[in-house]
């Protein structure tokens, strides 16, 4: 199918859940105000849910080319499609008679998706385009390779790279590997925005539900250091008594 005819289906498809006042509401939710983290991004109204239908319709009708207009999208939707889209590309799973040679295939995939990630890197510009792509592509194409990009975006003056750098970790602790984790969050503990804050502090509390010794470790090391919100979300599963001590300075 044409690549432009693809496109108009899909910005059609999407079209259809637009709705003025739920987008007025995420206008406001994600802070689109002068000065705010997400100053002049676009809302039509479209659901998570509902534009995870419309990824359903198309994810393997499309290349990275018919994505590449939605990922660049003034548009936040269209943006969040893109990456639900490439995240389904990136997970598919084949029934092909010669598994070898679709790992082989699918291997080579992975790394596009990655490369065209990184290069549409700037567009993926919100907490929601954050948190629900970098762990499931970055992360999990990173967890058996060199992963110095991650401290590379860690240290960047880009609110979404620092963001994206610690929640592509999330993959990792899923594997109980915390070590990135650990140092990324050491590199942006002295972080001014409170979407990093919290971005870390989630990232200690995953690390304590596997390993509290090691969450415990780091916080006994770092807590007086770190700010509240960062601490709140790290101690949030830490037994009362000892979370109130963590707050109160006293551990």
């Not at 319709?57 to 990922?71: A, C, E, G, R, T």
Request: proline share 2%.
């Amino acid at each position: 199918m044409n690549n432009k005819l693809v496109l108009n289906k899909i910005r059609l498809e999407l079209k259809k859940y637009a709705n003025r006042i739920n987008a007025k509401n995420l206008q406001r939710f994600f802070k689109t105000r002068k000065k705010e983290y997400g100053e002049g991004d676009f809302f039509i109204g479209g659901t998570v849910p509902q534009i995870r239908v419309v990824a359903k319709l198309f994810y393997d009708k499309v290349s990275l080319s018919n994505i590449s207009p939605l990922i660049s999208s003034k548009i936040h939707e269209e943006r969040l499609l893109a990456l639900i889209i490439l995240v389904k590309m990136f997970e598919i799973r084949s029934k092909k008679k010669n598994p070898q040679k679709f790992l082989s295939e699918q291997k080579f995939y992975r790394a596009r998706i990655f490369r065209f990630y990184l290069k549409n890197i700037k567009y993926v510009n919100n907490w929601d385009l954050v948190d629900l792509s970098a762990p499931k592509i970055i992360g999990a194409y990173l967890f058996n390779k060199d992963r110095k990009i991650l401290y590379k975006l860690a240290k960047s003056k880009n609110l979404w790279k620092k963001r994206i750098a610690i929640l592509s970790t999330f993959y990792f602790i899923q594997k109980n590997n915390f070590t990135d984790s650990l140092k990324i969050a050491k590199i942006l503990l002295q972080d001014e925005h409170d979407l990093i804050h919290k971005a870390v502090g989630w990232m200690l509390r995953e690390i304590g539900k596997r390993s509290l010794a090691k969450e415990e470790k780091f916080l006994l090391k770092n807590y007086r250091k770190m700010p509240r919100t960062m601490l709140r979300y790290a101690i949030e599963k830490i037994p009362e008594a000892k979370r109130k001590r963590f707050l109160n300075g006293k551990v």
